[in-house]
């Protein structure tokens, strides 16, 4: 089970921490990644976290330099660090597991329920 959390409203410029909390599997061994999908659009990758103890990272060319993923293994938690947000970064963010190839979207096996973000211009 995968719990978003985080979400809320905030003024472009502004900063959010989501959070997804793993449960009921080992979390250590799957690479997680965030997806969002804007009102109207298709669901869309935003940023994948290896689960190698190198633990690289992967992000969409929209949010790179803006935004950070990274895990706590010991705390089965993925994080996405949003910063200098944006109107356009307004959508709901899921977090999501897979054991492929962090871009194929079809191999991601389970995903949270999601967390509304939205950014005011």
């Known amino acids: 089970q995968l719990v978003e959390s985080g979400g809320g409203l905030v003024q472009a410029g502004g900063s959010l921490r989501l959070s997804c909390a793993a449960s009921?599997?080992?979390?250590?061994?799957?690479?997680m990644a965030w997806f969002r999908q804007a009102p109207g659009k298709e669901r869309a990758f935003v940023a994948a976290i290896s689960r190698s103890d190198i633990m690289p990272t992967y992000y969409a060319d929209s949010v790179k330099g803006r935004f950070t993923i990274s895990r706590d293994n010991a705390k089965n938690t993925l994080y996405l660090q949003m910063s200098n947000l944006r109107p356009e970064d307004t959508a709901v963010y899921y977090c999501a597991t897979t054991r492929r190839d962090y871009r194929l979207e079809d191999g991601y096996d389970y995903w949270g329920q999601g967390t509304q973000v939205t950014v005011s211009s």
């Open positions: 009921g599997r080992t979390f250590s061994t799957y690479t």
